[in-house]
């Protein structure tokens, strides 16, 4: 029912929009409240008067009560946040993944703002979304660790440190060729080493190999040994290349 048209003021929201809508005597108004705080509802105040406008300082309604902007808000949420949570425990990729969880953290907390103390309009999402972007910022830290390690092994794998190495002995005959020789750790820390060694003849290689050499101590040198088959009696050996251990590999 229509307010007394000789009482105009704040009445209960017949639209269930808002707490309250304002009445002038003749037709609803645009002038909402919710929660004490005034707002201007043009979508709710079909008879108000062309060119209303509600009193300086008063907040725009429009995005705060439009359902779509709010859901869209809370369903942003919950997608980045899932987004992030599957991407930031990759090493190397978990900075976009915490980047993901920072967005999801925001998207809710506008949402969850916008919706206030309603019911519905996307409020399960946007609390979803902020509890997945907090798992992805834990999920960020493992990732972060994760690169940490990788970046390490890689490091070491690349970079074995100064080091020398020396063909001993290479000898062939009985259908094999045996190679010895040594390292040289030359670096003030510790390292394990994979010496690659080919056998050649007539300036052709005819086998390779791979031999780890673990443990050894700065200043220290250690002995590594090796063997191919051949039929060849007339066979040089060479050392290659060193490297450090293959990253994420178990040394024996």
Known sequence: MEPNAAQP?????????????????????????LHGQRYIDPAGGGNAPVGFAAAPGVWPAVAATDPATRKGFAISSFVVGLGALATAWIPFVFVLGALAAVAA?????????????????????????????VAALGAAVVGFNLSRHLWSEITDFVDP??????VIACEAGGGQVELSGEITNDDTVAHDYIVNVSYQHDDSV??????????VAAGETAPFDSFAFTR?????????????????????
């Open 9 to 33: 003021g704040w009445h209960p929201d017949p639209t269930g929009r808002f707490e309250f809508r304002y009445h002038n005597g003749e037709r609803w108004t645009a002038d909402v409240s």
């Open 105 to 133: 953290i925001v998207f809710g907390i506008v949402a969850l703002r916008r919706i206030a103390h309603q019911q519905g309009s996307g409020r399960g999402y946007a609390i979803t979304g902020l509890l997945l972007a």
């Open 161 to 166: 440190g100064p080091n020398a190495t020396r």
């Open 206 to 215: 005819i086998d390779t190999d791979s031999i780890k050499v673990n443990d």
């Open 232 to 252: 060849e009696t007339s066979v040089t050996c060479h050392v290659d290349s060193v490297t450090g251990p293959a990253p994420f590999v178990p040394q024996s």
